[in-house]
């Protein structure tokens, strides 16, 4: 792996096809929200589809806490719709034929001539592309496993969730004086937003 692709730094904004044709830049299908990007080797590799299931019976939880997902392999197109479709996936998986991300991550599996896929990696990335931790699945013991991903993604949306902890000092004040903007979902709406459905609690104020 390229020798800038660690915890702290900021991993590259590919844009690349995905699954429907479209182009889409990783920080767009990230948004502000924390991230799992998987690496891939593609539809053959028996370890990657049970990764993807893995991945995919999580998609509830992943659902509800904010975190988005994407998928980049080596599969041209219609392959990818296949690789994601056997493992029930919903998030968009990215098309990379050209091994852009492989030669420019520095990450071939020369082992694999044949394939020539990437050298599996798993990453839980921070808004903003950010690094929080890396995983090299060339073995499949070394990718994440669920429990692995639950404390990265603790972890990690810790540090960018201001409102975690709603004890922290000034949050209550700052809600009280109807400042939302260290409340995720909150610091969207605009002002007439908040004071309506802020209306019934306000009301209910003392003074």
Request: glycine content about 8%; overall charge negative.
């Amino acid at each position: 792996m390229r020798s800038d692709i660690v915890p702290g730094g900021t991993f590259p904004d590919y844009e690349l096809p995905d699954h429907t044709g479209a182009t889409r830049r990783l920080s767009e299908i990230q948004g502000d929200d924390p991230m799992i990007l998987t690496l891939a080797r593609g539809h053959y590799c028996p370890k990657e589809h049970q990764q993807h299931l893995d991945l995919a019976a999580m998609q509830p939880k992943l659902g509800v806490a904010y975190t988005r997902v994407a998928t980049i392999a080596t599969d041209e197109r219609h392959t990818l719709q296949e690789f994601r479709a056997s493992v029930g996936a919903h998030w968009p998986f990215l098309s990379d034929p050209g091994r852009i991300v492989q030669k420019d991550l520095d990450i071939q599996e020369y082992t694999d001539p044949a394939n020539d896929p990437m050298i599996p990696h798993t990453l839980v990335l921070k808004p903003g592309l950010v690094v929080h931790s890396i995983y090299n699945g060339y073995w499949f013991w070394g990718r994440p496993s669920v429990d692995d991903l639950w404390r990265d993604l603790r972890a990690a949306t810790s540090e960018v969730r201001p409102d975690w902890d709603l004890s922290t000092p000034g949050l209550r004040e700052a809600w009280d004086a109807g400042d939302v903007s260290q409340f995720h979902g909150w610091e969207r709406w605009s002002p007439e937003q908040v004071r309506r459905a802020r209306g019934r609690s306000d009301a209910d104020q003392p003074g």
